[in-house]
């Protein structure tokens, strides 16, 4: 059974840096494509990026310039960061594994809240 | 940016009735669209991909329909476990989702 769960700061303050992981657990990370996705309250899911565990990775265009995506093999996981974050990044962060386009199993979600 | 547009917002049904959700995309997306179920606290689950293809353990009463730019999530008794927000998702030109439709009991 394909786990994956989140881990992180539920508080940042304006201009710092996010930074997630979520741990993958009932398959190995050696294969598919590993995404983040977040849902601001009350807007609708948006993609953030991917990354392959080859090291491959590629972000949404409007966040591109503040995104890094990491995987670590050895840990089974791989890790998100977002910096100058402000107001607006405050959303529910999921990690999801993709298969051909979909996402089939995804994390629970942990919320993230940008204010000083 | 294709921009995913799910209707109604909020449908209101009865247990053992069908429901229909809808989801139209700003420019043709062929087949590659995906519905998910989310529950309060709970992680999405993917219902169908392909547009029609059910995934994994999704019972037989969810199926899919629709193509390039209109695509229909129906629901064709609906259970108590069923009620729920659900979202589509193309992923024919990078991945958008939908705003949602809130399926609740009426």
């Known amino acids: 059974q394909v786990q994956l769960q989140e881990s992180g700061p539920g508080l940042v303050k304006p201009s710092e840096t996010l930074s997630l992981t979520c741990t993958v657990s009932?398959?190995?990370?050696?294969?598919?494509?590993w995404s983040w996705i977040r849902q601001p309250p009350g807007k609708e899911l948006e993609f953030i990026g991917y990354?392959?565990?080859?090291?491959?990775?590629n972000y949404n265009p409007s966040l591109k310039s503040r995104v890094t995506i990491s995987v670590d093999t050895s840990k089974n996981q791989f890790s998100l960061k977002l910096a100058s974050v402000t107001a607006a990044d405050t959303a529910v962060y999921h990690c999801?594994?993709?298969?051909?386009?979909?996402?089939?199993?995804w994390g629970q979600g942990t919320l993230v809240t940008v204010s000083s | 940016e294709i921009v995913m547009t799910q209707s109604p917002a909020t449908l209101s049904v009865s247990p053992g009735e069908r429901a229909t959700l809808s989801c139209r995309a700003s420019?043709?997306?062929?087949?590659?669209l995906a519905w998910y179920q989310q529950k309060p606290g709970q992680a999405p689950r993917l219902l169908i991909y392909?547009?029609?293809t059910r995934a994994t353990g999704i019972p037989a009463r969810f199926s899919g329909s629709g193509s390039e730019t209109e695509f229909t999530l129906t629901i064709s008794s609906l259970q108590s476990e069923d009620f729920a927000v659900y979202y589509c998702?193309?992923?024919?030109?990078?991945?958008?989702f939908g705003q949602g439709t809130n399926l609740d009991i009426k």
């Open positions: 998702q193309q992923y024919n030109e990078w991945y958008t």
């Open positions: 392909g547009a029609s």
């Open positions: 999801a594994r993709e298969v051909y386009g979909s996402f089939n199993n």
């Open positions: 420019q043709s997306v062929s087949s590659n």
């Open positions: 990354i392959h565990y080859s090291g491959g990775t």
């Open positions: 009932g398959v190995p990370i050696n294969n598919y494509y």
